[in-house]
């Protein structure tokens, strides 16, 4: 199932106009540093302690990070980007504070301003710089924490806080509601796809996106596809579908806590033993491994991303695929998929099963290239200059692999893909893994 | 007078602002505890830490061709200022002094090769940070001062290696007396925090199920 490109010009359209809905967020310079610095000191533990006090500022990292390396500029290295959280940890929490209020400044509003570009618009929290770090630093960490301090100083950029505030108002992302998602479940019907809607048990809670929704049909008629060839006994529910997280991209822990708890809660009252998270990125660990902790227990089920679901499935020969001598492809690892969560090897099994030629890019699985537009980046309108140069590495990657085809198993990438391929006159092909696993189901 | 000071009370106070500082800054470390995590692991937290904190003495093999100079002088400085603090025959003659404890010191050829490669490594490393667009917008002045601080000690120590003036004894200790002043102050505590910082995230990412 092909993509609509207008549809999707269409929705790049709305994406620009994203900004001008956003609800103001505005405090006095105190108060923003004020909440701004509540947040830095709630979140420091030892580990981002011991962190801060291991950095000899050696530069590695600049070399692992795509904006960085693919604008030259050192403002972005990923060290830096941790520059403002540090103040505020030496000045105000670390073990010679009283020394380096000394000599440093105290970080002030204006600061935050500045690091607005530094952890949103040039950030990915894509985790490769903690793969070249030689103090083994956890960066993107470093960086979130600095996201939520400006988010609660009330500067995360109008475009993302505008999907963010939908989030937190409505629980719907992009005016996607039940309504929508019954819409696409009904024109998937009249093409022979069943999608079992809230039904009041079911072992899998299958939870989808809205980019799945509006846009990318394929993989949402994929899973369904793959779920009703399996025989499992599966449902989506409409009043906890969004596997999108916009309150964990933006900083917003009330966001992200309230879009878990919707799915958590929905997946204990229909007894499900699985909740499967669709090809969506950051949707994974913001179930997997942040659910837990907002839930405040062990969750009493597992959480599989899709592409583990299908690697489970086809190791215990439940899931039988056609061989596809045909296909020449490479894989893209989403970050928060693969370096964050560890889905690296369930994916490659099912690629492989499809035969064909399989090709991976120079850097691949835990040393993956981020493709720009994760961590919520792919709305930020600010960074498109930036996140179309972060692409260029991506092609560099796919282009020496001689693949015509790119299969990943996130929206946001895919997403983030076509704009670059399109902006870039790229041709290679950009498909939804579901979504040709589902054309070939034996 | 100044002699005295420097082989008495000031190598007592450095040593003891030294130990103090340095212990007290990892207390505070540790001291901010972890929070709970609730999520099923795929792996063990523990496992992770032990592997990453030895496996991050090794570059990937990826970022080899980007930062091949940088990783060979830094093994250069690191391995060669090792050798010379712990195997150099006036060292060990003093630690036996204070504490009894002796082993095998390195040959003079090998002191020579150590005093070599940590210079080379060390200036190198200087160098890059003050010509590299990243490194120079990045180090602090006290990263300077410690890099300078190092030298100084590396220098002293190879003049006083023959043993022929007091005085050079004396710079060499007085030298080493700052240094132990300013470094649990300083970046250059990494000596003593990375294992932290590897072995935290090492953790975090093996309970996620990846070995880094």
Known sequence: ?442 | MIGEFIDGPLWYISSIVFVVAVVWRIIVILSFGRKKNLAKPRYSAGGGAMATILRRFFPYREFYEVSKFRIVAGYMFHIGLFALLFFAVPHIEFITSISGLSWAAMPHWAFILAAELSFFGLMYLFVFRLTNPVTRMLTTRGEYLGSVLVFVVMLTGCLALGRSHEFLRLFHLLSVELLLLYMPFSSLMHAFTFPFSRGFTGAVYHRRGLNI
Not at chain 1, 236 to 264: P, R, V, Y
Not at chain 1, 334 to 362: H, M, N, W
Not at chain 1, 413 to 425: E, I, P, Q
Request: overall charge neutral; aromatic content about 8%; proline content about 4%.
């Open chain 1, 1 to 442: 199932m092909a993509i609509d490109m207008n549809m999707f010009h269409g929705f790049i359209g709305q994406l620009g106009q994203l900004g001008k809905m956003a609800q103001p967020t505005d405090y006095p310079d105190d108060e923003r540093v004020t909440r701004a610095k509540d947040v830095f000191g709630n979140r420091i533990g030892a580990e981002q302690a011991g962190d801060m006090e291991a950095c000899v500022h050696c530069g590695l990292c600049a070399e692992a990070c795509h904006f960085r390396v693919m604008t030259g500029n050192p403002k972005y290295t990923p060290a830096r980007k941790f520059e403002l959280i540090r103040r505020y940890y030496r000045r105000e929490k670390g073990p010679f504070k009283w020394l380096y209020q000394l000599f440093t400044r105290d970080i002030t509003a204006q600061d935050l301003m500045d690091w607005q570009e530094l952890v949103y618009d040039s950030c990915t929290t894509c985790g490769r710089c903690s793969m070249i770090c030689p103090m083994g630093i956890n960066i993107a960490e470093l960086v979130t924490i600095t996201r939520a301090g400006l988010a609660n100083a009330g500067l995360i950029p109008a475009d993302l806080r505008a999907v963010q505030q939908e989030q937190q108002a409505y629980g719907t992302v992009f005016g996607a509601g039940p309504d929508a998602l019954k819409l696409a479940v009904e024109r998937m019907a009249e093409q022979g796809v069943e999608i079992p809607l809230d039904k009041d048990k079911a072992d899998y809670l299958v939870i989808t996106s809205v980019i799945d929704i509006l846009l990318f049909n394929d993989t949402l008629m994929g899973t369904a596809r793959v779920f009703n060839k399996l025989g499992l006994d599966w449902t989506i529910h409409t009043c906890a579908f969004e596997g999108a997280n916009f309150g964990m991209l933006a900083g917003a822990s009330t966001t992200q806590e309230k879009a878990s708890l919707a799915i958590i809660d929905q997946a204990v009252k229909i007894g499900a033993s699985a909740v499967i998270v669709p090809e969506c990125g950051h949707a994974y660990p913001a179930l997997r491994w942040a659910g837990a902790n907002i839930y405040g227990q062990r969750l009493p089920f597992d959480v599989f991303t899709i592409s583990e679901l299908l690697a489970i499935q086809l190791k215990q020969g439940n899931l039988k695929l056609k061989q596809n001598p045909d296909l020449n492809i490479t894989y893209h690892d989403p970050c928060k998929v693969g370096r964050y969560s560890g889905v690296i090897d369930e994916p490659r099994s099912v690629l492989q099963a499809l035969g064909g030629r399989f090709t991976e890019t120079p850097a691949h699985g835990k040393m993956n290239w981020c493709c720009g537009g994760g961590a919520g980046v792919f709305v930020i309108n600010s960074a498109t200059e930036l996140r179309r140069k972060a692409f260029d590495k991506k092609i560099e990657e796919v282009d020496q692999t001689g693949a015509d085809t790119v299969v990943m198993a996130c929206g946001s990438c895919r997403m983030n893909f076509l704009r670059g391929s399109v902006d870039a006159k790229w041709d290679k092909n950009i498909v939804s893994m579901v979504a040709m696993v589902s054309e070939n189901l034996a």
